[in-house]
Nanobody, 118 residues
Framework: QVQLVESGGGLVQSGGSLRLSCAAS????????MGWYRQAPGKQRELVAT?????????NYAGSVKGRFTISRDNAKNTVYLQMNSLNPEDTAIYYC??????????WGQGTQVTVSS
């Protein structure tokens, strides 16, 4: 079974930054795409950022995080990152890593809590 393990969450002040990591139990080349989603209490899970695993990487960001967050990867470590800058309280949520196989199988991590204080 594919496992995705998130880390790097925590408590930060408004304007601060965090880097989230998603370590996969298998080569990330097994996936067609990976990304980050978040869910705040009482709200629906929403897309934050995604990227393809192709040699010519394509990225996609939610409008609310564009210019503040950056998704990247380290192929040797089978890890995808989310650099989060200029955080504000609206970014408070549990952040989940998602991976999609090339046959549209979907895998989720357990999530990591990000809390931004004002």
């Amino acid at each position: 079974q594919v496992q995705l393990v998130e880390s790097g969450g925590g408590l930060v002040q408004s304007g601060g930054s965090l880097r989230l990591s998603c370590a996969a139990s298998t080569s990330i080349f097994n996936f067609g795409a990976m990304g980050w989603y978040r869910q705040a209490p009482g709200k629906q899970r929403e897309l934050v950022a995604t990227m393809t695993m192709a040699s010519s990487t394509s990225t996609n960001y939610a409008g609310s995080v564009k210019g503040r967050f950056t998704i990247s990867r380290d192929n040797a470590k089978n890890t995808v990152y989310l650099q989060m800058n200029s955080l504000n309280p609206e970014d408070t949520a549990i952040y989940y890593c998602k991976a999609e196989s090339r046959w549209s199988n979907v895998y989720w991590g357990q999530g990591t809590q990000v809390t931004v204080s004002s």
